[in-house]
Structures are given as structure tokens and as C-alpha cells.
């Protein structure tokens, strides 16, 4: 683990970054940014890494972004961006993203978590929306991404209240798609990778750069069915279903 606050771990397939500031509930840093950064620069060079998964230690995910850097007025501008860069890169990393949610998933933790495409929590998670309650605001992208994953209604009813809400609450809600039983947090997170590596690599690059198209733009995003229909033809649609008819496991190239 670097002097940042964070452990990076690369093994069958799965880059792991875990948060290790207990100190502070994980809070995030521009130092853990950076380090958060370029773990996903490297994981996104990685041909063998088929997904990344973010956690936290010590009981928490995120509480949040480091206030005495925000407090810091020779460093709060650049501490900011430093956070919204560090979510932007997680968003669109071209690789399917986890959040494993334990404990406190607060504020920029929460805009963190958000970034992910499947986010996993446990019933000891917390989650919250509150810069109001410090006089502060969420970026455009992150309400664009908050209203996108739960909708306008229940955004306001959080970002206008700052209250905190169950992990029970959280899978109503959308902000979370699984929630584990008691301390089985590793068995969900497994078996939703198991399930991404059983896809094929490139339909899952492909597919998740539709999705953010189709995100960023709407209705208007809706194109032809072009590249559905290349695939049908490409090495991974003609093992897929080569595989189905012969009743085997497939055999994606990376």
C-alpha cells in the first residue's frame, strides 16, 4: 500500500482497489485521488483485467471528500477537481466497475460509488447526500448521475434533507442493486464477478460504451442497430452461440 491510502490488488482478472483510511472513514484525498486515478489508467491498459472492483476498509467505503483540504483555500479549488476527475474516469473506464459498499458511503463516497455500474452494499451500509447541510453543492455530473440511478423526486427528498438512509432504504431507492446477508458481502461481490467473467470481454466493452452514450444523450443517443448486428458476426457472437448449440462453455478471446 503507498503512502496515498490506497491497496491495489491485480489477480484473476479483477483489479482491487481498496481505501485504507480508518483514520478518517476513508475520506477521500487528492493523494488517494491520484492514486485511485492511475490504478484505473493501468487496469484500463490491462487486457487480462476483465473488471475492477472498489471497496473500502476498516468498516467504511467512503465518508466522503477531506474537508481540511476543502477548508484550505490555496488548495480547495484544485482538491475539488481533483475529486470530479477521479469520478469521471470511473464512469467511463471501459471495464465493468463495482462499488462493494460497507459501512459509511457518504457525500463525494456516495458521487464515488455512483461512478460504478453495479454497486453492492451490506446492512451495515450508510448512505448520505449532504453538501447542503455544509453550504456546498454537488457538480452537475454528479445530480446528472444521482437523478439518472433514482430519479428526480427522491434526489430532491435526499439532497434537500441531507438525511441518512438504510441499506434496505438504498436497494428501494436504487442506489444500491444487491445487498448481502450479514458479513456476506465477498460471496455476493464473487458471484457478481463470476458472472462478468462468463461474458464475453469485448460485448461487455462494447455494451458499456452504448449505455454511456445512450446516457449522456438520451433519446437522441438512439441510433441504428449496426453494431448489434457486427456482432453477431465478430469472434465473440460466433463462439457464443457456437457454445450454446454444443452445450459447453464459451471461449471469449481477451
Do not use: H
Not at 475520506?27 to 487480462?48: F, V
Not at 476543502?70 to 470530479?84: F, I, N, P, Q, V
Not at 435526499?158 to 444487491?178: D, K, N, W, Y
Amino acid at each position: 500500500m503507498s503512502d496515498s491510502g490506497l491497496n491495489v490488488v491485480t489477480a484473476n482478472g479483477v483489479t482491487r482497489l481498496t481505501f485504507a483510511r480508518p483514520e478518517s472513514r476513508n475520506s477521500l484525498t487528492r493523494p488517494l485521488c491520484a492514486a485511485i486515478r492511475a490504478a484505473l489508467t493501468e487496469a484500463a491498459a490491462d487486457g487480462q483485467v476483465r473488471a475492477v472492483v472498489i471497496q473500502g476498509s476498516g468498516g467504511s467505503f467512503a465518508s466522503g471528500a477531506d474537508l481540511a483540504e476543502l477548508g484550505d483555500r490555496a488548495s480547495s479549488l484544485e482538491s475539488y477537481r481533483e475529486l470530479r476527475a477521479t469520478q469521471e474516469l470511473l464512469y467511463v473506464l471501459d471495464r465493468p466497475t463495482v462499488a462493494a459498499i460497507d459501512g459509511f458511503c457518504i457525500g463525494a463516497g456516495l458521487s464515488l460509488a455512483l461512478a460504478c455500474d453495479i454497486r453492492i452494499g451490506t446492512p451495515r451500509s450508510v448512505f448520505a447526500a449532504p453538501p447542503a447541510r455544509l453550504g456546498l453543492l454537488y457538480s452537475d455530473r454528479e445530480l446528472w448521475r444521482l437523478t439518472l440511478r433514482i430519479g428526480s423526486a427522491r434526489s430532491r427528498d435526499l439532497l434537500f434533507t441531507g438525511r441518512r438512509v438504510s441499506a434496505a432504504e438504498a436497494l428501494q431507492l436504487g442506489l444500491i442493486e444487491r445487498l448481502s446477508d450479514g458479513d456476506g458481502l465477498d460471496a455476493s461481490l464473487d458471484e457478481v464477478l463470476q458472472q462478468i467473467a462468463a461474458c464475453a470481454p469485448r460485448a461487455l466493452r462494447r455494451t458499456k460504451q452504448q449505455i454511456l452514450r445512450l446516457e449522456r444523450e438520451g433519446a437522441a443517443g438512439v441510433r441504428d442497430d449496426t453494431l448489434a448486428e457486427e456482432a453477431l458476426f465478430d469472434a465473440d457472437g460466433v463462439e457464443g452461440i457456437a457454445a450454446f448449440l454444443e452445450r459447453r462453455a464459451p471461449r471469449f478471446p481477451p
